[in-house]
């Protein structure tokens, strides 16, 4: 993709869209449980934009709602604001929404490419994201709790099953999106030709 292309206005528009998206998640009522975490909607909107916008663009849509919530619009969990939010036990699952927007979208685009882009595949996608939040987040609660590593992970166990659940809701929700813009992620790769492989074809 050119550079053209990668700042072109439809882009840009759907990395906004994606990050209000996800701002706008956290305007739902919160549950806070274990050492003041709170259980919300972020995963859930993190995951649907990795899915619908592939790698680049939906890192870039999290990336876009952090910064927005550096600079002190409160966006973040329990209507929290700035850079400080990284020194809570949640500021590693706030960082760790980048990285797994861009795994989530990269699986899905692998998946489109060999036209298989259903609500399994895009669930097998999202499912990827959970090892790669709680494999930053995890040592960041540990750390900033004073917890060890085992005693965070046990503490965090309801929040694993809850975005398994997550998941799902969001593969559903991104298998809409795709029906109605199967072009989102591009098109499926043609199957290649015995031709174009440089292959005899096959005789009776």
Sequence with gaps: MSPRETLSGQ??????VFAAFIAASTLVPEVTLAFGVPFSLQTLAVVVAGLCLGPWRGMASVTLYILVGFAGAPIFANMSAGIAVLA?????FLVSFIPAAGITGAIAVA?????????ATLAIAGLASIPVVYAIGLPWLSVRTGLSLAD?????????VGDVLKVAIAAGIAAVVHRAYPRLLGAARPVASAASEGKAPATA
């Design 111 to 119: 998946f489109r490419r060999r036209g298989r882009l259903t609500y």
């Design 152 to 160: 965070a992970t046990v503490a965090m166990a309801p929040f694993m």
């Design 11 to 16: 882009n840009i528009a759907l990395i906004a």
């Design 88 to 92: 809570g036990p949640t500021g590693g």
